[in-house]
């Protein structure tokens, strides 16, 4: 009888991932009986060499995979930029789905998708990053069978990812890095016992989502019956969100398949607040320069209650600016979520012309 193992080990990392998952590499043997799976939140627009740095840095090979390629062990598959990396039975699939949490690649939609098609042979990884991406992909780790990992928060160049984890999901090991690599290298040569139980459907319907596999015109939607509207639009593409509860962990997704956790779609509203109050300032400015150019002409044509209206209308238009210019200059700092991969530290190829 062909016993089963710990063999998709699915890894999320954000903010500081660059230097935790180069550790983790170096501690994993290279004949690990296991594929490797990993999402890293990088730039859309330009190329990361991850591949190459994890390569050189361990004895496992790394690199991007193409869609479809046959999942092998003893490899690293690390998601492409701009392309979410799901699993299928023997095969990886590489798409440019809707994006979570403002994310494409995003740790989630991997997870889940390892989740659904390999049940309890999966083991969920969760390391450094800022807010709360890979919890959802971990409850569907959990909820499949498998094993739940995260690194220590003290350890973490960024705890938030870990904390939330920790928060959500009864997490099985909770370790600092220099622990991690010979923990899944244990983990990898344990037996499990075969899926016992039918696939979750909730976690099923969410990758078929992420696949653009539903409609976007059915109703509902694709998170399906468990969903409920809410009152807030999506920030991607306009439409309704809906709602999903689960352990607590509040999500919301649209019909195009955009998904989001309620912290995340908090910032992308602070993102777009931001950019509505400098759009506003801008027309304000204008209106009220427009204003003086017209009152100034008017004069000189001897139009003065011309003059006098246009005037009055910039005199209204500098006092909004002034005041908008002290909320705009005085509102929080946003953690904007577009803005965090910049900070990653992924070498990056020149910009391409042509």
Known sequence: MNVQRHDIVVIGASMGGVEALTQ????????????????????????SYLPEILTRSGALKAHHPQDGDALEPGRIYVAPNDRHLLVEQGRVRVMKGPKENGHRPAVDPLFRSAASSYGPRVVGVVLTGALDCGTSGLMAVKKEGGLAVVQDPRDAFCPDMPKSALEFVAVDHCVGLEELGPLLTRLVDTPVAPRSRKRSRQVETEVKAMKVDIPSMDDPPSPLEYAKPSY????????VLFE???????????????????????????????????????????????SRRLAAQARERSHDRSALRFEERARTAEAQVALLREVVLAAPRSNALAG??????????PEQTG
């Open 340 to 349: 965090e991969p910049r900070v990653l530290g992924v070498p990056e190829e």
């Open 24 to 47: 983790l590499v170096k501690q994993l043997p290279g004949d690990l009986a296991a594929c490797v799976l990993l999402v890293l939140h990088v730039p859309a627009q330009r190329r």
């Open 244 to 290: 999903l509860e689960e352990d607590g962990f509040l999500r919301f997704r649209c019909r195009t398949g955009h998904a989001y956790t309620a912290e995340a779609l908090s910032g992308s509203q602070q993102n777009q607040l931001d950019g509505a109050l400098w759009a506003a300032l801008r027309a304000l400015e204008e209106s009220a320069s427009l």
């Open 232 to 239: 807030y639009g999506c920030p991607d593409c306009g439409g």
